[in-house]
């Protein structure tokens, strides 16, 4: 079936350098994509988020990249901090359909 | 913000027994919720979407015998695992869609983790 996936299970960066997590979904219908963070005995937390119409959004020290020919997904955190080793999830869905399809999960460290 | 409270945070109960989680949206409306399962490592699979006022909706695989799943009201959904089972044991977690704002960002709990002995 539909699926969203992951090329990286885990990524290790030092503090203070930038990280880029990809994610590659399958569904063509997808119009609305999300960004969690998930940290450890957590729920997952909101990050970012951009519909199909853009290609790029910035948030503080987030962004987001869509590449809607490739279908390809990615969050670039800028300037990591300790703070920032979780995992992080996509999330895909049609439009008006809140049912979340989550890709596989990377887990970031970040290495003081 | 919109906020979402899972309880209890943890459970641990006996094969056989039956246990409740109940999910509420504390400053919203939320006439949809879901319910995730999350084994360890692993991303969160959806069980169920949870309609206030009807029936849920169960995805495919998951007994609604087993799950049951209770959207009394508008801030308040509750999923009962009946007749546990060590296989049970996962983390669950609940989200929650404020009324009326299609593909906004949904709002989770912090989940409930439940050990089965």
């Known amino acids: 079936g539909e699926s969203v996936g992951l090329h990286l299970p885990t990524l290790s960066v030092q503090e203070g350098d930038n990280s880029i997590i990809n994610c590659a979904y399958s569904?063509?219908?997808?119009?609305?994509f999300i960004w969690y963070k998930q940290e450890s005995g957590k729920g997952p937390q909101f990050i970012i988020d951009?519909?199909?119409?853009?290609d790029k959004r910035q948030g503080q020290r987030v962004t987001v990249l869509l590449n809607k020919t490739v279908k390809h997904l990615s969050l670039q955190i800028a300037a990591t901090q300790p703070g920032d080793s979780a995992v992080y999830f996509c999330?895909?869905?049609?439009?008006?359909?809140?049912?979340?399809?989550f890709g596989t999960g990377t887990r970031l460290t970040i290495i003081p | 913000g919109a906020v979402v409270s899972q309880h209890p945070s943890r459970v641990i109960c006996k094969s056989g027994t039956s246990v409740k989680i109940e999910c509420r949206s504390l400053?919203?409306?939320?006439?949809?919720m879901f319910w995730y399962r999350q084994f360890p490592k692993q991303s969160l699979m959806l069980m169920a979407t949870?309609?206030?006022?009807?029936?849920?909706?169960?995805e495919q695989g998951v007994e609604k015998d087993k799950f049951l799943i209770n959207h009394a009201s508008l801030t308040l959904s509750t999923l009962t695992v009946t007749s546990a089972h060590p296989e049970d044991s996962s983390f669950y977690i609940c989200?929650?869609?404020?009324?009326?704002?299609?593909?906004?960002?949904?709002?989770f709990g912090n989940g409930t983790r439940l050990t089965v002995t």
């Open positions: 989200s929650a869609s404020s009324f009326g704002q299609i593909n906004s960002p949904l709002h």
């Open positions: 569904n063509s219908a997808s119009d609305y």
């Open positions: 951009i519909r199909s119409n853009m």
């Open positions: 999330a895909e869905t049609p439009f008006g359909n809140e049912k979340l399809t």
């Open positions: 400053d919203f409306q939320a006439t949809t």
């Open positions: 949870s309609n206030e006022g009807s029936k849920a909706t169960y």
